[in-house]
């Protein structure tokens, strides 16, 4: 479990934030990667709120979250945006999609096959 509260987190960032303004001199080359990731293993949330919280804090950021099929095969509630030197993703690892036998998402009940 994360030990750091949000509050934690968020003043983190302001110090970072704030070392950012005040630098001066010639570009330093910074790439900033945050990502905020509700997983499963690091709370007690199930998966309903953990997609409900990824949702709150992109829509906050302007951006979209949505079910991904990862390349490692597991599905993600995620939303990312890259800038030129930043990368901010929020996402929380979810069940994928049932799919029926027919091809489609499953809504009827009936007999299901692997989701592809």
Known sequence: ??????????????????????????????RLYVSLDVSK?????????????????????GMTAEPVKANGGWWEHIATEHGDSYTVRV????TGPQVCACGVA??????????A
Not at 106 to 115: E, K
């Open 41 to 61: 293993h690091s709370t007690t949330l199930d998966q309903d709120s953990r997609v409900a919280a990824v949702t709150a804090v992109a829509d906050a950021l």
């Open 91 to 94: 996402h929380t690892d979810i």
């Open 1 to 30: 479990m994360n030990t750091m509260t949000p509050a934690q987190v968020a003043a983190r960032l302001r110090i970072l934030a704030d070392l950012l303004d005040v630098t001066t001199g010639p570009p330093v080359p910074l």
């Open 106 to 115: 499953c809504t009827h009940g009936g007999a299901l096959a692997a989701a």
